[in-house]
């Protein structure tokens, strides 16, 4: 998978703008030969993103999945594999039917299935 490119996507573009400045987590990091001047640069890139989430502690977010579900809701916790807990969630999913929403309480999303995270 790669970063977007300038053009963007559906996404928001102030989200687009500021998430395109950064390239994936982990996608120089250990790449071996030819990884060059950039030695160094995932974790740093790592760094900047971990503190981009956790200025968003507290606030309300939203998180589109790799599946057919998005979902808004107050960041509570966060780790190093993005896993993310969030505390009074609405819950979107598009089917056949149309566009389907669920409250609740809380939720645990694990990071592996997560697409994009920006503050709502």
């Known amino acids: 998978m790669s970063a977007p490119n300038s053009s963007g996507s559906a996404a928001a573009p102030a989200v687009a703008a500021s998430i395109h400045q950064l390239p ?4 120089g990091a250990g790449a ?3 990884a060059g001047a950039g030695a ?14 956790d200025s968003c502690i507290g606030s309300k977010i939203w998180v589109v999945m790799k599946s057919e579900k998005e979902f808004t809701g107050t960041l509570k916790y ?3 594999y993005v896993n993310m807990v ?3 969630v609405t819950e979107f999913e ?3 039917e149309g566009r389907k929403t ?7 999303l694990n990071g592996n299935n997560i697409c994009m995270v920006t503050p709502f």
Do not use: H, S
Not at 24 to 27: F, H, N, R, S
Not at 45 to 52: E, G, H, I, Q, R
């Open 24 to 27: 994936l987590v982990g996608a």
């Open 86 to 88: 969030l505390e009074d």
């Open 94 to 96: 598009n089917t056949p």
């Open 78 to 80: 966060f780790d190093d």
């Open 102 to 108: 669920t409250k609740l309480e809380q939720i645990l």
């Open 32 to 34: 071996g030969a030819g």
């Open 40 to 53: 160094g640069a995932g974790n740093t890139t790592a760094t900047l993103f971990k503190k981009l989430i």
